[in-house]
Nanobody
C-alpha cells in the first residue's frame, strides 16, 4: 500500500485547469516536505513543485506562474493547482514526501511516493 494517494487527474483541453490532490491516511503531511513530480512517456521524471512544512514553495521554470502548490493541514492534503494547461503537460503526476527538509530534484532518496495520476491535455 502506497503511503501517499494522488487523485484529480483526467483529460482536459489545452488552456484548461485541473487540481491534483495528495493525501495520506498513514503520514502527517504537515511535517513533511512534499513535492509533485511528473513523468511523460519516454522522458525522465521531472520535479514540478515543492512545499515545505513552513509553507515555503519552489516551482520549476516550466510551470512557474501556471501551477500552484498548497497545503490544507486540516485535511492532511497537498494540492497542485494547474492552470493554462498545455499538451506538453501530459504526464503521470506523482506526489512524493520526505522527512528531511529537502526537495530532491530528481526524486532520488525520497522517503514516500504515491502511485501517480494521469493528466492528459488535448490540443
Amino acid at each position: 500500500q502506497a503511503q501517499l494517494e494522488e487523485s484529480g487527474g483526467g483529460l482536459v483541453q489545452a488552456g484548461g485547469s485541473l487540481t491534483l490532490s495528495c493525501a495520506s491516511s498513514l503520514l502527517n503531511l504537515d511535517t513533511l516536505t512534499v513535492a509533485w513530480f511528473r513523468q511523460a512517456p519516454g522522458k525522465e521524471r521531472e520535479r514540478m513543485a515543492c512545499i515545505w512544512p513552513d509553507a515555503n514553495t519552489y516551482y520549476a521554470d516550466s510551470v512557474k506562474g501556471r501551477f500552484a502548490i498548497s497545503r490544507d493541514n486540516a485535511k492532511n492534503t497537498v494540492y497542485l493547482h494547474m492552470n493554462s494547461l498545455k499538451p506538453e503537460d501530459t504526464a503521470v503526476y506523482f506526489c512524493a514526501a520526505d522527512r528531511a527538509p529537502y526537495c530532491s530534484n530528481d526524486g532520488s532518496g525520497v522517503d514516500y511516493w504515491g502511485e501517480g495520476t494521469l493528466v492528459t491535455v488535448s490540443s
